[in-house]
């Protein structure tokens, strides 16, 4: 079965320090990967996604990710955290045969001063 | 277009009473999804639209969930006879549902249901 895996429930960095947060997936197939951030009440706001191409992906707020299939990973990354970036992060999988996102457990970021 | 829209951003109901809630999509988005979040937990499908053909269901909708998008627009999601184990975030995404599958989906602020 499909699944998504958010190691880290929980990470704390200062604010200026580098940020990665863990995604693994389990997946037959190429996998349409996402990664979602949500502020507390509210809905979900993409960052990237990756279908196919170069592995390392460009998204919004200065994140990027980098699949690799040989780990079954989808790692996000920030060289430089801000107080702003404080939020959940939900990583995703979108099956090729269905239309639906299954979603990791998410991990809450904590950015102090 | 603001972007996907629900209506209401909250809801407190009774357990037993039944609830609905709606969801404008972006205008020319031919696919919408409802997800449930419930705390400390990512969002879980349960069901999506292409046009007004409801395409897939989760186990989780239960007989006690329907949810409708009549004209291909906006979509209902009704909780009939509501239990305390609905309180959850109720999240509406669309997307473009393009053949070449190169798409993402674009989610409204959600519906915070408390049943009590």
């Known amino acids: 079965a499909q699944s998504v895996t958010q190691p880290d429930i929980h990470i704390t960095v200062s604010e200026g320090a580098s940020l990665e947060l863990r995604c693994n997936y389990s997946y037959g197939a190429t996998p349409y990967l996402f990664w979602y951030v949500q502020s507390p009440g509210q809905g979900l706001q993409l960052l990237l996604k990756?279908?196919?191409?170069?592995?390392l992906v460009q998204g919004i707020k200065g994140f990027e990710a980098e699949f690799k299939r040989s780990q079954s990973s989808f790692n996000l990354r920030k060289p430089s955290v801000h107080w702003s970036d404080a939020a959940e992060y939900f990583c995703?999988?979108?099956?090729?045969?269905?239309?639906?996102?299954?979603f990791g457990t998410g991990t809450r970021l904590q950015v102090f001063p | 277009d603001t972007g996907v829209s629900q209506d209401p951003r909250h809801k407190i109901t009774k357990r037993g009473q039944n609830v609905t809630f709606r969801c404008d999509p972006i205008s020319e988005h031919n696919r919408l999804y409802w997800y449930r979040q419930t705390l400390g937990q990512g969002p879980e499908f349960l069901t999506y639209f292409q046009n007004e053909a409801q395409l897939e269901k989760s186990r989780l909708l239960s007989d006690r969930f329907s949810a409708e998008r009549p004209k291909g627009s906006f979509s209902t999601l009704e909780i009939q006879r509501t239990e305390q184990g609905d309180s959850a975030m109720y999240l509406c995404?669309?997307?473009?549902?393009?053949?070449?599958?190169?798409?993402?989906?674009?989610f409204g602020s959600g519906t915070r249901l408390t049943v009590v």
């Open positions: 990756y279908f196919s191409g170069d592995t």
């Open positions: 995703a999988v979108r099956s090729y045969n269905t239309d639906k996102l299954i």
């Open positions: 995404a669309s997307s473009l549902g393009h053949p070449s599958r190169d798409y993402g989906y674009t």
